[in-house]
């Protein structure tokens, strides 16, 4: 009885909580004001002879050109930590951080930003799509972080998220993944593993960088004790910058490369009650009827359980 009752009690409060996973990319996420997606950078703003924003970037992620006629500046995603000290330090409000949470690249040079334009990530070759498409395993490889970004790839397991409707899983054996997830700076004490565990990867295989760590260096850039990120032992396939990158950066990342994001929407599991698409119709008779009435023995009995 005692039982009984506990489940009953989960069951009602799944019904109060209603569906809670993200209805992306069928619709556009909000974010907060305060949240830092995608960097802007306007040169009509940027004043000659300024040069506040490069001296409070912690990782040098800003640079000027060399155009002697023209000031340019360039803000390197694969080392900004988002922190916005530069847009809070230009008093022209040249660098700005737009909610625009796409960040991810096929190609490290992408990742520059001089103008208000993206260049984002496109899909893996049709053989790959064909292999991957569908059911794509990763092992995640944790090579000197320090467990933000690992912790993001945590949450995209949970049901706001929902990583596994999409297809895609991580695995506890590189020998059972398609390919790995890399986060941090790639420490030297971690080489030979990183290395390692490429290796155990059935060909063909992919590579993901996931935050500035993994494709930089991040904060730690100028140390010799790491690699300066995962390109420096292994090809990268696709570079999700962000420190950490938010769990709907790495989903736009990883969908884009799969060539998911055009799907029709019947690919995606559509809002329902329940977690999983299931209707309340689905649940088990008996269970139904001792739902319904310990509803109605509390007095609210509002609305009706299909029977």
């Known amino acids: ?14 019904f109060k909580q209603g569906y809670r996973t993200s ?16 960097p802007e950078v306007n040169q009509d703003l940027c004043a000659s002879g300024c040069a506040d924003c490069l001296s409070v970037c912690p990782t040098q992620a800003l640079q ?14 694969g080392r900004c930590l988002f922190c916005g000290e ?35 990530a496109t899909s893996l070759k049709e053989e790959m799509r064909r292999l991957f498409g569908r059911s794509l395993k990763l ?11 690992e ?11 929902d990583l596994g409707r999409f297809g895609i899983q991580f695995v506890a054996s590189p020998r059972h993944a398609d390919g790995l997830i890399i986060t941090g700076p790639v420490t030297n004490h971690m080489k030979e593993a990183l290395q390692l565990a490429y290796q155990a990867v059935p060909a063909p295989k992919i590579v993901i960088a996931i935050g500035a760590c993994a494709i930089s260096g991040g904060p730690f850039m100028d140390s010799k004790e790491h690699l300066g990120g ?34 029709k929407i019947e690919t ?8 999983g698409g299931r209707s309340i119709t689905s649940f088990p008779k008996m269970l139904r009827h001792a739902l319904a009435s310990r509803v109605k023995a509390e007095g609210k009995g509002e609305g009706s359980i299909n029977s």
């Open 1 to 14: 009885m005692i039982y009984e009752t506990a489940m009953i009690e989960i069951i009602k409060n799944r």
């Open 23 to 38: 209805n992306f990319p069928k619709e556009n996420p909000e974010f907060p004001e305060r949240f830092r997606g995608r």
């Open 64 to 77: 000027e050109g060399h155009n002697p006629e023209k000031k340019t500046l360039s803000l390197d995603m």
């Open 86 to 120: 530069c847009a809070k330090s230009c008093p022209e409000g040249a660098i700005v951080f737009t909610c625009n949470h796409r960040l991810a690249a096929n190609q490290r040079e992408d990742l520059l930003i001089q103008s208000q334009e993206a260049k984002l």
């Open 139 to 149: 092992r995640q490889v944790s090579a000197g972080g320090c467990s933000a970004c």
């Open 151 to 161: 912790a993001e790839l945590t949450a995209l397991n949970n049901v706001v998220f």
């Open 230 to 263: 995962a390109a420096a032992l292994v090809p990268v396939d696709l570079f999700i910058p962000g420190c950490p990158p938010h769990p709907l950066t790495i989903l736009d990342g990883l969908l884009r490369l799969l060539g998911r994001l055009e799907e």
């Open 268 to 275: 995606i599991i559509s809002p329902s009650p329940l977690a």
